[in-house]
C-alpha cells in the first residue's frame, strides 16, 4: 500500500482547463523511492486505486491562512462557530469556504480557508475514479520546517510563479506570482514577506542558478524535492473535513474480501439448508395431512366439509363416547372422581380424623372443576398433584378455589 500527493493546480488554471495537468508522487509504505511526474486525475486512476490514501496539496494562493486566538469550544462547537469568527477577515461569504482549524498551542489556531465548490470539485472526482481516502492538506503546511528559520518554495506553473512560505508547523502564507517575474522580483516579495528571519528557498532545478546570482546571505537557495514535501502531508489541518465530503469515508474492503466471501458463502449454505429443511418439513406436513384426510373419510363418508380432519375426528369420538355412555375424560363425573381418589390416598397417608374441614362447593365450568374449601385445606396442593397427573389432569390455584381440568 501507499500514499499518493497530488499538487493541485492554482485554481486560475483549473477553472480554465477540463483536464488540468497535476503534479503527483507515489510513496510507498516500504521507503522505496517516490514515483513522481505530471498527469491528469482521469491518467491517474490505476494509481488511486492502489493507493491507500490520496493527499490533495492545494495551490498555495488558494489556501488563506489565520493566526487568531479561538474561544475554548469542544471540536463540534469550534467547528459551528469558524464562519462567525473569521467573517470579518474574509472577503467572501464564509457559507462559500471550507474552514479547518489547526491544534491549539499557546491559545492560538491556525484557520486554513478555502473555496469548497472547488475543493468538492476535486475529491468528487477522486472518489469517483476510485480513490478510497482523500484529504486536503495547504501546501505551505507541507514545507519542511527548522529552528530559527522559513522555509520557501517558488515553482512555475501556467497561471505564474507559486510562492509559499512556511514560518511554523501551522504558519504559513503564499501568493501567485506574475509568469514573467524575474528572480530578484521574486525574492524582493520574499524579503517583504520575512523581513529578518533567514529563509530556505526550494526552486525547481532549471531555477536555482538564477536565483543563487540574486541570492543574498540571509537566503539559502535549495533543490526541491518531493520527498521533502511528503513529511508534511501529516498535518493536523485537512479542507476535507468542511468541505461536505467526510474524508475517510470511503472504507478499504480489500483486505476484508476473502473474509467477506466466506461469509457469505456460509450464509448462502445455511439458508439453503434451512429452505432444504422447510420444504422436507412441508411435504411431512402435508402427507401426514392427507393421510389424516383419507382416514376420516374412510371412516366417515358421509362428512362433505373437512376443515380440520384431526379436531373433528376428535368431536365425532366425543359424540360416539356419549352416545355410548361413556364419559368424556374432562366430564364432571371423571374430574370429581379423580379428585375423590388423589383425596382419599394423601388423606390416608397423613391419617386425617373424619372431621378435617370438607369442601364448600364443587362447579362445573368450562370442562373444568372449580373446588372451594370451608377452611385451608389440610392436604397441600402439590401433594395431589401426582397422583392427578397421572390420571392426565392438572391441578392449579385460582384466585379462591382449586382448579382441575383435563391434558389431553
Known sequence: MSILYVRLPARAVASNSTAPVCRFALAPDDGTNLRQGFSTLAELAGLLREAKQVVLLPSASDVTLLRMQTPPLSTSKLKAALPALVEDRLLCDPAECALAAGDERDGWRTIAVADRGWLNLFAETLYRL???????????????????????????????????????AQEGAGLLLPPDASPTEVLQTLRVLVPQEPVTLYAETADIGAYLAVADGRITVVEEQWARWVSGGESSINLLTASGIVAGSAMDWKPWRWALALAAAVAAINIAGLQIDWWRLRSEEQDLRAAMLQTFKAAYPQETVIADPLAQMQQKLAAARNRAGLPAHDDFIVLSAALAEAWAGAAQAHQLPPEVP???????????LLVKWKAPSPIAMAELQPALAGRNLALSQTADAWQIRSIK
Open 130 to 168: 476510485g480513490a478510497r481516502r482523500v484529504s486536503a492538506v495547504p501546501f505551505p503546511l507541507c514545507l519542511p520546517r527548522a529552528p530559527g528559520s522559513v522555509s520557501a518554495c517558488a515553482q512555475r506553473s501556467e497561471a505564474g510563479i507559486e510562492l509559499a512560505v512556511s514560518a511554523g
Open 358 to 368: 370438607g369442601i364448600a362447593s364443587l362447579e362445573y365450568r368450562e370442562r373444568s
